[in-house]
T-cell receptor, first 112, second 114 residues
Framework: GAGVSQSPRYKVAKRGQDVALRCDPISGHVSLFWYQQALGQGPEFLTYFQNEAQLDKSGLPSDRFFAERPEGSVSTLKIQRTQQEDSAVYLC??????????FGPGTRLTVL | AQSVAQPEDQVNVAEGNPLTVKCTYSVSGNPYLFWYVQYPNRGLQFLLK??????LVKGSYGFEAEFNKSQTSFHLKKPSALVSDSALYFC????????????FGKGTSLLVTP
């Protein structure tokens, strides 16, 4: 079956632009996670959804970051007024009622 | 609080030799431990996990890992390395009692030479 998909795969933004990153989880997966992976680092947790409810957004680095999952399936991570420090790979993962998370290929964001 | 340490930035091994990628963890509750592999321009692929039970866990592509509670370690191993195993490996932990998000190490680059 299809895995987690993310779009776009690559995004270049000028500083100050708003961007929206999309995640399509595996069908039926209740849990959805967003992570940020800086160059040379491991992924770091941003936010967690259970169905449409955002249960934890403690990892979002600033109020410029916003995530939603209005119908409990597709999720969007939005970054307003992008800054150079936002440049990273943004990974989405979904999880069935088990324990391992399944990751998408990521969106590489470059802010110029 | 939970954390993972991967003390080696890079591990080099000759094809056919055994490999070990080290991981130690810290967690206040029950440790749920995971290994993921990342190939260039691709997402993380799940290799194996330890939740409970046998301390030796077998996973995908011939990899295995040993949970050692006293040493708080979860080292990844493979008896005979392949060139195609060259990739970035991440260890991750979550608190089985209360957590859901994974806490990752910084990764170890494995290079297997012919």
């Amino acid at each position: 079956g299809a895995g987690v998909s993310q779009s776009p795969r690559y995004k270049v933004a000028k500083r100050g632009q708003d961007v929206a990153l999309r995640c399509d989880p595996i069908s039926g997966h209740v849990s959805l996670f967003w992570y940020q992976q800086a160059l040379g680092q491991g992924p770091e947790f941003l936010t967690y959804f259970q169905n449409e409810a955002q249960l934890d957004k403690s990892g979002l680095p600033s109020d410029r970051f916003f995530a939603e999952r209005p119908e409990g399936s597709v999720s969007t991570l939005k970054i307003q007024r992008t800054q150079q420090e936002d440049s990273a790979v943004y990974l989405c993962a979904s999880r069935p009622p088990g324990n391992e998370q399944f990751f998408g290929p990521g969106t590489r964001l470059t802010v110029l | 609080a939970q954390s993972v340490a991967q003390p080696e930035d890079q591990v080099n091994v000759a094809e056919g030799n055994p490999l070990t990628v080290k991981c130690t963890y810290s967690v206040s509750g029950n440790p749920y431990l995971f290994w993921y592999v990342q190939y260039p321009n691709r997402g993380l692929q799940f290799l194996l996990k330890y939740i409970t039970g046998d301390n030796l866990v077998k996973g995908s592509y011939g990899f295995e890992a040993e949970f050692n509670k006293s040493q708080t370690s979860f080292h990844l191993k493979k008896p005979s390395a392949l060139v195609s195993d060259s990739a970035l490996y991440f260890c991750a932990v979550r608190d089985g009692n209360s957590g859901y998000a994974l806490n990752f190490g910084k990764g170890t680059s494995l290079l297997v030479t012919p």
